[in-house]
């Protein structure tokens, strides 16, 4: 049940409008785009978003993601809040989103939502895919959304290894740690890791070229999932044991990592709402 609305500044020179919070599911390609932030003067999916709508509902707005994805990552259930004016049809603005904005950026379903929620700070859980191309012959058609890595991989390695990461730890060695204004204590980077599982996916023709890591867990931190998937790809490689990973998380030293995946192949899939934050 939506939440009750309040009046907001407009932003169409001073006028005042009665607003409602919204809650929008945006799918994107990331290969075009420099993240989905706003930053600068650099093209990103938030800005793109945020402008288009500004557009069509002439007013400003002030948007909130669930997740910031880095260049070229993708994303098929990002979450958006705002607040919109309680006059707006959301059946129109999403139509008209996705005419000026598909195939980069496309609002899947758009909806009235309680005022707390909030896309970023009411989540609970968050959910990631990689895809990576295993075949010695790269594949033109998933280029922009997997990884192509030429050597055989060995998947129960693989399994075997992921094993280590799940529960409760410090994942310093698999996070870009965040920069701390001087005086400040350094951000914790202790998560929940729920879900880290390498299966097959079924395709015509190919059916076991195309390998698909799923990873779910309270929240991530910086280039996690693409570090842990990096890492997960040299054990299959040969390159590490799957034991080793276990005396990686202990080292909490990002040196002890291994390559750290490109962006191409990961895809925001899922954010979750349910239950409390595991930090709350």
């Given at each position: 049940?939506?939440?009750?609305?309040?009046?907001?500044?407009?932003?169409?020179?001073?006028?005042?409008?009665?607003?409602?919070?919204?809650?929008?599911?945006?799918?994107?390609?990331?290969?075009?785009?420099?993240?989905?932030?706003?930053?600068?003067?650099?093209?990103?999916?938030?800005?793109?978003?945020?402008?288009?709508?500004?557009?069509?509902l002439?007013?400003?707005?002030?948007?909130?993601a669930?997740?910031?994805?880095?260049?070229?990552?993708?994303?098929?259930?990002?979450?958006?809040?705002?607040?919109?004016?309680?006059?707006?049809?959301?059946?129109?603005?999403?139509?008209?989103?996705n005419?000026?904005?598909?195939?980069?950026?496309?609002?899947?379903?758009?909806?009235?939502?309680?005022?707390?929620l909030?896309?970023?700070?009411?989540?609970?859980?968050?959910?990631?895919?990689?895809?990576?191309?295993?075949?010695?012959?790269?594949?033109?058609?998933?280029?922009?959304?997997?990884?192509?890595?030429?050597?055989?991989?060995?998947?129960?390695?693989?399994?075997?290894?992921?094993?280590?990461?799940?529960?409760?730890?410090?994942?310093?060695?698999?996070?870009?740690?965040?920069?701390?204004?001087?005086?400040?204590?350094?951000?914790?980077?202790?998560?929940?890791?729920?879900?880290?599982?390498?299966?097959?996916?079924?395709?015509?023709?190919?059916?076991?070229?195309?390998?698909?890591?799923?990873?779910?867990?309270?929240?991530?931190?910086?280039?996690?999932?693409?570090?842990?998937?990096?890492?997960?790809?040299?054990?299959?490689?040969?390159?590490?044991?799957?034991?080793?990973?276990?005396?990686?998380?202990?080292?909490?030293?990002?040196?002890?990592?291994?390559?750290?995946?490109?962006?191409?192949?990961?895809?925001?899939?899922?954010?979750?709402?349910?239950?409390r934050?595991?930090?709350?």
């Open positions: 049940m939506a939440g009750p609305s309040e009046s907001d500044s407009s932003g169409d020179g001073g006028s005042v409008a009665s607003r409602r919070n919204v809650r929008l599911l945006v799918a994107y390609d990331g290969t075009d785009f420099h993240g989905f932030a706003e930053s600068g003067d650099v093209v990103t999916v938030m800005g793109t978003l945020r402008a288009t709508m500004e557009q069509i002439q007013v400003d707005l002030d948007l909130t669930a997740g910031r994805t880095d260049a070229g990552v993708h994303g098929w259930g990002q979450v958006v809040t705002g607040r919109l004016p309680d006059t707006a049809d959301l059946e129109r603005v999403q139509r008209s989103v005419r000026m904005c598909a195939p980069a950026i496309v609002i899947r379903a758009a909806e009235w939502a309680d005022d707390g909030d896309a970023r700070f009411s989540a609970t859980s968050r959910a990631y895919r990689y895809d990576v191309w295993n075949d010695p012959q790269p594949n033109p058609l998933l280029a922009r959304t997997s990884w192509h890595v030429a050597e055989s991989l060995d998947l129960d390695a693989m399994n075997d290894a992921a094993t280590h990461l799940l529960g409760e730890h410090d994942f310093a060695s698999f996070c870009r740690r965040p920069k701390v204004a001087e005086g400040r204590p350094e951000k914790s980077l202790v998560r929940i890791l729920q879900r880290a599982e390498w299966h097959r996916v079924e395709m015509e023709q190919m059916p076991d070229a195309l390998l698909r890591f799923e990873i779910a867990a309270s929240s991530f931190c910086h280039q996690m999932v693409r570090s842990i998937a990096g890492t997960l790809v040299d054990v299959g490689r040969g390159r590490r044991t799957p034991d080793s990973v276990s005396a990686t998380l202990a080292a909490r030293d990002r040196a002890t990592a291994g390559t750290v995946a490109p962006p191409t192949g990961l895809v925001f899939w899922h954010v979750g709402y349910d239950g934050r595991w930090d709350a």
